[in-house]
């Protein structure tokens, strides 16, 4: 077994430019201790969601969340859960799911909904880091399952469902999970997603790159 810090140490992100260590240190694992997260900590990691930028000041997030002492939400989450997520997410000690307002006030489609739960996502996740909580984001889940055990109306969009905790043993997990969770990250260098004058052109800027 790895320690949580040799474990963190292997997951920090390897940078080509300097960026906050906040940043350096985030990463999704799967592996979560047991530990509760206490309420002043959650309730911190909801207050910078509600501070994240949001498009006309819409803010169109919303978040269900579940914990092991709200038995019955936290089951419904897991219950969303495509079998790859569900063995691992399950031993979390909070699940969220995070919805989406996808019309306005008048009721024209919200073309920036998506992104600004996004944004508050990351928020969410940054302060996080800041409390020694980890968070993995998932998109391996049943949106439309979610919807009718929660009955989310028809103007709603389920986003993603995060697990959230400290960060735990991956000798605990099946053998593909634990693989993963013990690799480094790598990310695609600048030069190939940071473009000018036309598409796919590297900007002057990147091109000496090397991550």
Request: hydrophobic share 45%; aromatic share 8%; glycine share 6%.
């Amino acid at each position: 077994m790895k320690t949580m810090t040799s474990l963190a140490e292997l997951k920090r992100a390897q940078v080509a430019y300097p960026i906050h260590p906040l940043l350096q240190k985030r990463w999704s694992p799967r592996a979560f201790a047991a530990r509760p997260v206490e309420a002043e900590k959650l309730l911190s990691i909801l207050e910078a969601a509600r501070w994240s930028a949001s498009s006309n000041n819409a803010h169109p997030w919303n978040f269900i969340v579940g914990t092991r002492d709200s038995q019955e939400t936290f089951t419904k989450l897991v219950n969303t859960l495509k079998e790859g997520n569900a063995a691992w997410a399950a031993q979390a000690p909070v699940l969220i799911l995070t919805v989406a307002k996808m019309t306005t006030k008048d009721g024209q489609p919200h073309g920036h909904a998506l992104h600004d739960v996004g944004l508050a996502v990351q928020n969410l996740t940054i302060q996080a880091a800041a409390l020694d909580l980890y968070v993995r984001q998932m998109a391996g889940f049943y949106p439309e399952k979610a919807r009718e055990l929660f009955h989310i109306p028809a103007d709603y969009a389920p986003v993603t469902v995060l697990a959230i905790g400290y960060l735990g043993d991956p000798d605990l997990l099946d053998e593909t999970s634990r693989t993963r969770e013990l690799t480094p990250r790598v990310r695609r260098p600048l030069r190939e997603f940071v473009f000018e004058g036309e598409w796919g052109r590297s900007a002057e800027l990147v091109n000496g790159a090397s991550r």
